[in-house]
C-alpha cells in the first residue's frame, strides 16, 4: 500500500488542523493505521492509531483529548483532526500502516510509511 499524507502547515496556539492520509489500492480495510511525528532533534514518536475496523482508537498522553484519529473507507483516507494546538505538537506528520487486527504504538512494527507533512504551531 502506498501512503500521501497532506494537510500540514503553519497555525498558532490554539488553532486547529486536520490531517489526511490517502492510502492506495483497494485493501486499506485491511490496515490498521496510524500516526507518528519526529520533532526536530527528537525521535519518532507515536500520536494516535485505529485499527482497521475502525473500532479501536489509542493516543500518546500529550495528545489525548485534543486530537481525533478516524478513517473513511469509502475514500481510501485515515484522518487526524488536532484541536487546541500547542507549539509542542511541531514536528514532521507521518501515517504508518501495518496489515493487522489490533496495532502497536511502537513505529518499527509499521510496515508502510507516508512521505510525512510538516506542522508548526507558533505561540
Known amino acids: 500500500v502506498q501512503l500521501q499524507a497532506s494537510g500540514g502547515g503553519l497555525a498558532q496556539a490554539g488553532d486547529s488542523l486536520r490531517l489526511s492520509c490517502a492510502a492506495s489500492g483497494r485493501t486499506f480495510i485491511r490496515y490498521t493505521m496510524a500516526w507518528f511525528r519526529q520533532a526536530p532533534g527528537k525521535e519518532r514518536e507515536f500520536v494516535a492509531v485505529?485499527?482497521?475496523?475502525?473500532?479501536?482508537?489509542d493516543y500518546s498522553d500529550s495528545v489525548k483529548g485534543r486530537f481525533t484519529i478516524s478513517r473513511d473507507s469509502a475514500k481510501n483516507t485515515v484522518y487526524l483532526q488536532m484541536n487546541s494546538l500547542k507549539p509542542e505538537d511541531t514536528a514532521v506528520y507521518y501515517c504508518?500502516?501495518?496489515?493487522?487486527?489490533?496495532?502497536?504504538?511502537?513505529?518499527?512494527?509499521?510496515?508502510?510509511w507516508g512521505q510525512g507533512t510538516e506542522v508548526t504551531v507558533s505561540s
Open positions: 504508518a500502516a501495518k496489515s493487522i487486527t489490533y496495532y502497536y504504538s511502537d513505529s518499527k512494527y509499521y510496515d508502510y
Open positions: 485505529v485499527t482497521r475496523d475502525g473500532d479501536t482508537t
